[in-house]
């Protein structure tokens, strides 16, 4: 499993998404908004559709916090990181990968004031932001891409906390996604993200 480093949950969200195939579909259907978020927000029907499309995958009311990613493709055995305990493990998502062979974890500012970039297969975004007392010029990542072969993935989510507390609550969490290529993998996303019905705040997880 690898540590592909911080990813900020601006907007109390993170979206997985492979930018070539929504941009695809957003030009197929004429969608010329500059607020993804916004647009989905008024035309709830294309945003299920992209989501039954395994275009995009949202998860809701996260923390607005800075999480350690981490990665595993395909890898027949994984254990979590041994600095973390797993709080909760959903399994089973579905990922489609385009020809880009990128995918973007996308956090829904980045989703909502930067569609034109999205647009431009632009996977990376970091902001430096004066931070604490004393403004200290940090680093904040609210989109962070990885390289990933065309195909259709099945995926597990793993929401992590660390074992040793850090004095900054927002930096003790992290998520884990592990990706096998399955090309039998069916496409649950629209029921398996449903945040009234699963958590994915690990913070303030609760099973419902």
């Known amino acids: ?20 195939l929504i ?10 908004a500059k607020k993804l978020l916004s647009y989905f927000d008024k035309h709830k029907d294309l945003l299920f559709e992209t989501i039954k499309a395994g275009r995009f ?10 999480y350690t990613l981490f990665i595993s493709v395909d890898q027949e055995e994984v254990n979590i ?3 973390y305990n797993e709080v ?26 930067h569609l034109d ?17 004393d403004s200290i010029i940090e680093s904040y990542y609210p989109a962070k891409g990885i390289d990933l072969p065309k195909g259709i993935y099945s995926f597990d989510l793993i929401g992590l906390e660390r074992k040793n507390k850090l ?27 449903d945040n009234e019905t ?5 913070d303030n997880y609760k099973e419902y």
């Open 1 to 20: 499993m690898k540590n592909i480093g911080e990813f900020s949950s601006d907007g109390y969200g993170m979206a997985i998404i492979s930018t070539d």
């Open 23 to 32: 941009t695809s579909y957003l030009r197929d259907k004429k969608i010329k």
């Open 57 to 66: 995958l949202p998860f809701y009311n996260i923390a607005c916090y800075e």
């Open 81 to 83: 990181p041994e600095d």
């Open 88 to 113: 909760f493990r959903y399994t089973d998502f579905y990922l489609e990968v385009g020809n880009l062979e990128r995918v973007c974890f996308a956090s829904f500012d980045y989703l909502e004031y």
């Open 117 to 133: 970039k999205i647009k431009q297969n632009m996977t990376d975004k970091e902001d430096l932001i004066p931070t604490g007392p």
């Open 167 to 193: 004095q900054r609550d927002s930096k003790n969490y992290g998520y884990a996604f592990i990706f096998h290529n399955n090309k039998e993998a069916i496409n649950n996303n629209f029921d398996k993200a």
């Open 198 to 202: 699963y958590c994915f705040d690990i």
